[in-house]
């Protein structure tokens, strides 16, 4: 079964300092990947995903994220991080051709600093 | 277009009553998804739904049902409240297509189980 680990419960970061944030999956083939962001008292939003092809991505709102299959990793990054980015975070995997459905991480929580 | 519109935004249950979680959505998709957060935990698949008249049990079924009359709504019941239920409810709709897998989610339905 495909499983997804986000190992930091809570980061805070300064505003204007750089981000990562982990996330581990386990999945038997090549999977899909995804981060979502949530605001407080929102739905989840979709800032990247990726299929195949290039591992590193680019998203909205400025981040990126990196494939890294001999990991069993993708990150998500930000070089500059804005006040606005405090939100939770969920990495996700998927399988093709299975109704879409998601296997999500329990969320990182990001918390940024004036 | 509103996209996916979950009701009620808030909801206070005693145990063993019931109710429904209402969801539409306006974009003409196939598939659709009940999930429930809760704190640490990421979002769970309830039940999920690949087209009218066709739903299947996700990783979290049981104390619930959906049905599925029409490609726009898919209410979620909870027939005997239990305080495990209490919990954040997210409902999604994906496109059917190859190489899609985003998800849109509604504004989530706080449960309390009293």
């Known amino acids: 079964a495909q499983s997804v680990t986000q190992p930091d419960i809570h980061i805070t970061v300064s505003e204007g300092a750089s981000l990562e944030l982990r996330c581990n999956y386990s999945y038997g083939a090549t999977p899909y990947l995804f981060w979502y962001v949530q605001s407080p008292g929102q739905g989840l939003q979709l800032l990247l995903k990726?299929?195949?092809?290039?591992?590193l991505v680019q998203g909205i709102k400025g981040f990126e994220a990196e494939f890294k299959r001999s990991q069993s990793s993708f990150n998500l990054r930000k070089p500059s991080v804005h006040w606005s980015d405090a939100a939770e975070y969920f990495c996700?995997?998927?399988?093709?051709?299975?109704?879409?459905?998601?296997?999500f991480g329990g969320g990182t929580r990001l918390m940024v600093k004036p | 277009n509103a996209g996916v519109t979950q009701t009620p935004k808030f909801r206070i249950l005693k145990i063993g009553q019931s109710m429904t979680l209402q969801c539409t959505q306006d974009?003409?998709?196939?598939?659709m998804y009940w999930y429930r957060q809760d704190p640490g935990m990421g979002l769970k698949l309830i039940y999920y739904s690949v087209g009218a008249g066709i739903t299947d049990k996700g990783e979290v079924p049981n104390g619930y049902n959906v049905s599925r009359s029409t490609t726009e709504d898919f209410p979620l019941r909870l027939e005997l409240a239990a305080p495990s239920q209490t919990s954040v409810y997210f409902c999604?709709?994906?496109?059917?297509?190859?190489?899609?897998?985003?998800?849109?989610f509604g504004e989530g339905s706080r449960l309390t189980v009293l």
């Open positions: 996700a995997v998927g399988r093709h051709n299975a109704g879409n459905m998601l296997t």
């Open positions: 974009m003409n998709h196939n598939y």
């Open positions: 999604a709709s994906s496109y059917s297509g190859r190489n899609t897998g985003e998800l849109f």
């Open positions: 990726y299929f195949s092809g290039d591992t």
